[in-house]
């Protein structure tokens, strides 16, 4: 039991160098991609400029009005940061932290309750933009963790268990990039989606929203809330490659698979423009749906 509590302290502060180093990679992937300098000041090649600015954050006045929901405003951060580390203990990386049977439904369930973090934070803002990025939320990962669940069962259907530490071993040599090689596409416009990330970050909508549901957030509270939102990244990445590439015998490979996803999501920021919200709700409800539910019947009745 100590030994899996010093794993666990270990593995998160792990996971915050890799939002360091993910915030980092960005600014110098989006500087390259709009032909300018990213971050060079601060330290050799800018390397510190991550956590002076994290230094920076945490520096702030963390502002709470009177007219705010105050528990939710101030639970909401907490709760998310709590989720999206939670999520990590029952994936098997190097170690099983938590080697459950049913891990898979552990990490549904997670990815369903983070929707409230959001609404604590755009309803107790009491903040006209920031509960309309809350309403936007609500349909938003809502709509789409049905599609995703559409794409984890057929994931269940083909290896035959629940957890995924068996999703290591049965996945060898990314057999299912072959096999769902069709749904891949699919399957990274659903995490953008959960990601809040462009072409569908209208939760975070700065032209419309002024920032969204986290608008009132400074200082501690919009860092725990940022943190969760890039960890997200990185669990979103490990997820793709265990379902659709990883193999034990490669791990390497695996690591490097998950930061050449991770890249590339990055990189759309600088391609892709913000969808119409409209449009956002149509493309899931109307398109990838009824296509994955057809994949996911015939899967049923043919194979």
Request: overall charge neutral; hydrophobic content about 60%.
């Amino acid at each position: 039991m100590l030994l899996n509590l010093f794993f666990s302290l270990m593995f998160i502060l792990f996971l915050l160098l890799l939002v360091a180093f993910l915030v980092l990679f960005e600014r110098n992937i989006l500087g390259l991609d709009q032909s300018r300098k990213g971050p060079n000041i601060s330290g050799y090649f800018g390397i510190l400029q991550t956590i002076l600015d994290g230094v920076k954050l945490l520096m702030k006045e963390y502002f709470i009005n009177p007219s705010m929901r105050i528990l939710f405003f101030i639970l909401s951060p907490l709760f998310g940061f709590f989720l999206s580390i939670m999520n990590w203990l029952f994936i098997a990386v190097v170690f099983s932290i938590m080697a459950y049977e049913s891990t898979v439904i552990f990490t549904l369930f997670i990815g369903s309750i983070m929707v409230y973090c959001v609404v604590w934070a755009g309803w107790g803002s009491n903040n006209t933009y920031s509960t309309i990025g809350a309403i936007r939320a609500v349909a938003q990962m809502i709509s789409y963790e049905v599609v995703m669940g559409f794409f984890i069962l057929l994931m269940i259907m083909s290896f035959g268990t629940f957890s995924w530490s068996m999703f290591h071993f049965l996945n060898f040599g990314g057999m299912n990039f072959f096999l769902f090689f069709f749904l891949f596409f699919f399957w990274f416009c659903v995490i953008l989606a959960e990601l809040n990330r462009t072409p569908f970050d209208l939760v975070e909508g700065e032209s419309e929203l002024v920032g969204g549901f986290n608008v009132e957030y400074s200082g501690s509270g919009f860092t725990l809330l940022f943190l969760s939102e890039y960890v997200n990244i990185w669990f979103m990445g490990t997820l793709t490659v265990l379902m659709f590439f990883y193999s034990f015998s490669v791990f390497m490979m695996s690591f490097m698979l998950v930061i050449s996803f991770v890249s590339f999501i990055i990189h759309i920021r600088s391609l892709l423009p913000r969808f119409k919200y409209f449009d956002l709700i149509f493309l899931t409800w109307k398109i990838m749906l009824p296509i994955v539910t057809m994949i996911f019947i015939f899967f049923i009745l043919f194979i």
